[in-house]
C-alpha cells in the first residue's frame, strides 16, 4: 500500500471519529450546566418567562439552566453577540424578544453579526400591543382618535419604550395607515412612558398589558384598543385596532435561540422539551396569568414568525426612516 493510500486511509478514519464523538455528543446532550442569556434587565416580564423556561428545561432535560442578563447596546446587542459567538453546542442559548430576530440589523447596519443566522429554537409565548391614551383625553375609541388628530395635526404626542421598539413601530404604522401627524416622545423602557401616560405629559402610546393592566382598572389611563387579531379575554369590550383599520397588528413574543450552526437535533430536543412542558396545565397557567399568551412553538414556527415579522415592520422602519446605534 503506497504512503499516499495510507495517508488517505487515517484521514477517512479521523473524519470517522471526529464524526462519531460529535455525534455521540448530541446524542448524550445535554450533559453539563446550560447557560440562557437575556439580553434584558432582570425583573421584566420578558425575563420573568425566560426563567420559567430555563426552569422547565432543566426538569425536561435533566441538567442546570443558569439564566444571565446581559443588558447592554441597543436592542440588547452586546448579550446577542455574545451567544452568536459561542459554541455551536448547544450550551449557550439566547433569549430575546420578537424585533431583536427580525429588525436588529435593519435598524442598526452597524450591528457586527447577522441576526439571520442565530438557529431558532422555540417562541415561548406571545403578547399584543394595546393603544392606550391619558385618562381626561376626549378620545374613547379609534374613530375618536382619528377624528381628533385630523383636526390637531402634530398636536397629539405619543410615548413609546424607545427608538425602534414595539410602541415607536406600531404608533408608525399606525401613523401610516391613517395619514395622520403626531409627535414621538422616547422614554427609557415602558414603566417611565406608562409613568408619564398616567400623568398626562404625552398624550397616548402602545404598549404591552402586563405592565399596563393596573392602570388601566384603576382608571389612569383609558384602553381604547387592542393590536391582536382578536379582542383580548380579560377586556372582552375592547375592539381590535383592526376592527377600524384593516390590517393592522402589532405584537410581541419572547423566543429562544442557539448560535449558528447548532445541530438540529440538538435544537429538537430543547425544543420539545419546552413544548412538553409549556403543555401542562401547571405552566401554562402561571404563563397565563401573567396575561401573555403560553406557546412552546417548533424551531420551524418560530422562522416562521421572525420572517412575518421582518416583513411587516421592515417596510414601516423604511418608510419612517428610523435607526438606532
Excluded at 429562544?256 to 401547571?282: E, L
Excluded at 423604511?318 to 438606532?324: A, E, K, L
Amino acid at each position: 500500500m503506497s504512503r499516499h493510500a495510507v495517508r488517505c486511509g487515517f484521514l477517512v478514519a479521523a473524519i470517522a471519529v471526529a464524526a462519531l464523538d460529535v455525534a455521540l455528543a448530541q446524542a448524550d446532550y445535554p450533559n453539563r450546566q446550560i447557560t440562557l442569556v437575556v439580553p434584558l434587565p432582570a425583573g421584566g416580564t420578558a425575563d420573568i418567562l425566560a426563567r420559567i423556561a430555563a426552569e422547565q428545561i432543566r426538569v425536561q432535560l435533566g441538567q442546570t439552566v443558569v439564566v444571565e442578563n446581559r443588558a447592554g447596546g441597543a436592542g440588547g446587542v452586546i448579550g446577542m453577540e455574545s451567544v452568536f459567538k459561542a459554541a455551536p453546542d448547544g450550551y449557550t442559548l439566547i433569549c430575546a424578544p420578537q424585533l431583536t430576530y427580525s429588525i436588529m440589523n435593519v435598524l442598526n447596519p452597524k450591528v457586527p453579526f447577522d441576526i439571520g443566522k442565530f438557529e431558532p429554537v422555540s417562541i415561548l409565548a406571545d403578547y399584543p400591543a394595546i393603544l392606550m391614551v391619558r385618562a381626561d383625553l376626549p378620545i374613547k375609541t379609534m374613530s375618536d382618535l382619528i377624528g381628533y388628530a385630523k383636526a390637531n395635526p402634530g398636536k397629539l404626542n405619543y410615548g413609546s419604550q424607545g427608538h425602534g421598539q414595539i410602541g415607536h413601530l406600531a404608533m408608525e404604522q399606525l401613523k401610516e395607515m391613517t395619514k395622520i401627524e403626531m409627535t414621538h416622545v422616547p422614554f427609557r423602557g415602558s414603566a417611565p412612558a406608562m409613568t408619564a401616560l398616567a400623568g398626562g405629559q404625552i398624550d397616548l402610546m402602545f404598549d404591552l398589558l402586563p405592565s399596563s393592566k393596573q392602570l388601566i382598572e384603576a382608571g389612569k389611563v383609558t384602553l381604547i384598543a387592542v393590536a391582536s387579531s382578536e379582542r383580548l379575554k380579560p377586556f372582552p369590550a375592547i375592539p381590535t385596532v383592526a376592527e377600524t383599520l384593516a390590517g393592522f397588528e402589532a405584537d410581541t413574543w419572547m423566543g429562544i435561540a442557539a448560535p449558528p450552526g447548532t445541530p438540529k437535533d440538538v435544537i429538537k430536543k430543547i425544543s420539545d422539551a419546552i413544548a412538553q412542558a409549556f403543555r401542562t396545565p401547571a405552566v401554562n397557567g402561571r404563563i397565563a396569568a401573567m396575561d401573555i399568551e403560553p406557546r412552546g412553538t417548533t424551531s420551524d414556527e418560530m422562522q416562521t414568525k421572525i420572517r412575518k415579522s421582518a416583513e411587516r415592520w421592515t417596510p414601516v422602519i423604511r418608510t419612517g426612516n428610523i435607526t438606532v446605534e
